[in-house]
């Protein structure tokens, strides 16, 4: 029972945005929680205010004698405030950060926007009595009187900006008119609103097939017994899971309650939320980057108000202020997206469980390509497995074919297009068809390999590839391990030796000289910079007014073309070996989200894989789309390296301005954990590092990460915590920025 509680006063108001500390006195110590909303005095003169516990302890960090005690627990406060406090302080713990770090997280409504407001005229008289104050003011000649009355008899309430614009009505007449009492004016708060004029009004109703049907079943039968599940749903590409969730979410609304639905922002198009719309239409609404602060600060008011029932938007939309949640559904489970880069670097996924439980509400997760982690849960009996093992209406999977990149040197073709995929191309063209070229450019920073061979150089430690950096060096991110860049493939000897690159600009050039007569559009960040640019070259490729979509992993999201019959795959490596332990997962699910994309209309799809390592099993499994051949065989070298999902790992930046404090810092920190470790106090556990974190120096901030790996979760955050209290209790790291992540997926 704590004696101490830290409280934050008020969560909108920028000058108050820190914790004060009270004493919590013996008749609440048992009950008393954080996220409850109490009554305290504040300031000198003991004014009566209330805030929120955001965390509770032992240690007062003040003169005791000088902090004032809480008073009482607020009743009938509002408790889904409450409920996103308590989820923040579950954040700050599990993720590291300050309670500040995730209370601006979990409540991001911090600047309120200046609400637009609207005016109506409304009619208090019946209609009979209406109708003969109308005839009087015709009788007497009162004009604008009586066409006020007569245009409120016909649509009552009017706008206000109606009646003095097209009606022609002064205020002097509305005020009259009000002092007689025959009309009043009224205030309403307008939203605004994050859907275009153009989004068609009429509900639609899905027909599902029998799979479909049975997975909404199964999962429904658990709802309605109050049994909240986290779900997986395995579902190959195109077989209709967005119906699933419409479905549920239907359901879920008709219960009176709300649901969440995440996705990630490179997939939030017009296409996926106009399904959406057309079947909550008014009740539904969406988060993303490109809404202004007022759009975005309407949207969670008008979900506090209760008159949103469904939320569809990335991670941060995880955070709508629903009071009745029923269901979350995040789509696309396996994105990177969903791991915050920022503090606190929190997981949607995982987050998304622990507020579900607090909710009494389910998760379904959603992919054709579910994460390690999920598919490890559900095979160990911790999420609820569903499969949908086949497209909708029975369409065939697209066929694959491996392009061997070597085989195509070898014949003198130096061109980023195989020949086979430019005989393809040729034929689509001329049948009318379109066609979709992935340049698969994550992990550009890259590696270096033979195009003589395929030869990629790895870490002899580590079991990633080597960073290429200008000094003419490659570097393992995870130990530290460096060598000099080699002038021939230490394999075949061959001169073709370095890093790849091609853009989706120079591929674009290649695509028009080859084929003029073919309209390209090209989609990657510098073509979908202004807030419409993403929206229009999608509608324009959806439309047919094109024939050829160049770009990168953002053109391979979700979207649906019935037309498209040809899918090209410019560089499946260049994911595969980045310096970082999921890469051939990543490789896998972008290989295969991008084959998905053909053939989903009546005509049959065909894809071609180009690639230095055919041989690959990420590569051979995702042409195959065998996600649980590539599981297995995934999960086994996960294993052998105790990578998570099998064990755990945590992260810890050291960054300073002066790049010896850093490292020096960073030494100190690995030493004292190693140093307990020595003394048996921390079984299992194995310390990398400190090492140059993947890109070392940012705006003069050096940066260097160490890697602690465990087998279980809850050790690995003991340790974030006594890392913390020792950094807090020395001055020498006042200076030096510290973050933690667990179970990293981008790195530092």
């Known amino acids: 029972m704590a004696e101490y509680a830290n409280i934050i006063i008020d969560i909108s108001h920028e000058k108050l945005d820190k914790t004060f500390q009270y004493k919590v006195p013996g008749q609440l110590q048992a009950n008393l929680a954080v996220g409850m909303q109490v009554e305290i005095p504040f300031g000198n003169g003991q004014r009566k205010t209330t805030g929120y516990v955001v965390e509770l302890t032992d240690a007062p960090e003040y003169d005791v004698e000088k902090l004032k005690e809480i008073e009482a627990v607020v009743e009938d406060s509002v408790p889904i405030e409450s409920q996103l406090i308590a989820l923040a302080g579950w954040m700050r713990n599990n993720y590291g950060g300050t309670m500040n770090h995730a209370l601006k997280t979990v409540l991001p409504i911090k600047q309120k926007t200046k609400e637009k407001k609207q005016r109506f005229v409304k009619l208090e008289l019946g209609k009979q009595e209406a109708r003969e104050r109308l005839a009087m003011f015709e009788r007497k000649n009162h004009k604008a009187r009586a066409r006020l009355l007569a245009a409120l008899l016909e649509q009552n309430p009017l706008p206000y900006e109606m009646v003095t614009g097209k009606l022609n009505i002064t205020s002097s007449v509305v005020r009259a008119m009000k002092e007689m009492e025959i009309l009043s004016v009224e205030e309403r708060r307008l939203y605004r609103s994050p859907f275009g004029e153009e989004f068609q009004k009429e509900k639609q109703r899905l027909v599902l097939n029998q799979k479909q049907q049975e997975i909404v079943e199964e999962i429904w039968q658990e709802f309605i017994q109050e049994r909240h599940h986290t779900w997986l749903l395995h579902g190959v590409t195109g077989s209709g899971k967005t119906a699933v969730y419409i479905e549920l979410i239907d359901r879920v609304v008709k219960e009176g309650k709300q649901a969440i639905v995440l996705i990630p922002e490179i997939a939030l198009t017009y296409q996926t939320l106009v399904r959406f719309y057309q079947r909550f239409g008014e009740r539904v609404s969406v988060l993303n980057s490109k809404m202004s602060a007022g759009e975005r600060y309407d949207q969670f008011e008008r979900a506090k108000s209760n008159e949103l029932d469904v939320m569809i938007g990335p991670r941060s939309a995880l955070f709508t202020p629903f009071s009745n949640l029923g269901i979350i559904i995040i789509d696309e489970e396996h994105e990177t997206s969903y791991k915050s880069e920022t503090l606190p670097r ?344 400190p090492a140059n974190a993947a890109v070392a120096k940012v705006k003069d901030i050096y940066k260097k990460v160490i890697y602690f790996k465990h087998e279980d979760y809850g050790e690995l955050v003991k340790i974030k915590d006594v890392l913390e209290d020792f950094i807090n209790s020395h001055r020498e790291f006042a200076s030096v920025i510290i973050q933690f992540d667990f179970n990293p997926m981008n790195g530092f």
Do not use: W
Request: aromatic share 6%; charged share 25%; hydrophobic share 35%.
């Open 346 to 689: 929190y997981h949607a996924r995982e987050t998304a469980i622990q507020r579900a439980k607090m909710a009494g509400a389910s998760v379904v997760l959603g992919s054709a390509t579910p994460s390690l982690d999920s598919y490890y849960h559900a095979k160990k009996g911790e999420y609820r497995l569903l499969e949908m093992t086949e497209r909708i209406e029975e369409k065939p999977l697209p066929a694959c074919e491996i392009i061997d990149l070597r085989e195509e040197l070898k014949q003198g073709n130096r061109s980023i297009l195989s020949e086979r995929l430019q005989e393809l191309m040729a034929d689509r063209l001329k049948a009318k068809q379109q066609i979709m070229l992935f340049i698969n450019r994550r992990g550009m920073a890259g590696f270096v390999s033979c195009r003589g061979c395929g030869h990629v150089l790895k870490c002899p430690h580590c079991d990633v590839s080597l960073s290429q950096h200008n000094n003419g060096r490659m570097v393992c991110h995870y130990c530290g391990h460096e060598e000099p860049v080699p002038q021939v493939c230490p394999e075949c000897g061959s001169k073709y030796i370095g890093g790849f690159k091609a853009g989706t600009q120079k591929i674009e050039e290649i695509v028009k000289k080859k084929f003029p007569e073919a309209r390209v559009l090209r989609m990657d960040f510098d073509t979908t910079r202004n807030k419409t640019g993403y929206e229009k070259i999608l509608s324009s490729f959806a439309n047919q007014e094109a024939d050829i979509l160049i770009g990168t992993q953002m053109i391979v999201k979700g979207h649906d073309f019935p037309n498209v019959t040809l899918v090209g795959v410019l560089a499946a490596d260049l994911s595969l070996f980045v310096s970082e332990f999921h890469a051939a997962e990543r490789t896998f699910q972008l290989l295969t989200q991008a084959a998905g994309r053909a053939g989903r209309g009546r005509l049959p799809g065909e894809v071609v894989i180009q690639t230095y390592h055919p041989e690959h099993y990420c590569i051979e499994l995702a042409a195959k789309q065998d996600y649980c051949g590539f599981y297995e065989t995934e999960i086994a070298c996960r294993k052998l390296m105790d990578y998570p999902p099998c064990g755990h790992m945590m992260a810890m930046l050291v960054a300073s301005k002066d790049e010896m404090t850093a490292m020096l810092s960073a030494e100190l920190l690995a030493k004292k954990v190693r140093q307990a470790k020595e003394k048996g106090k921390l079984p299992g556990l194995s310390v990398v590092g």
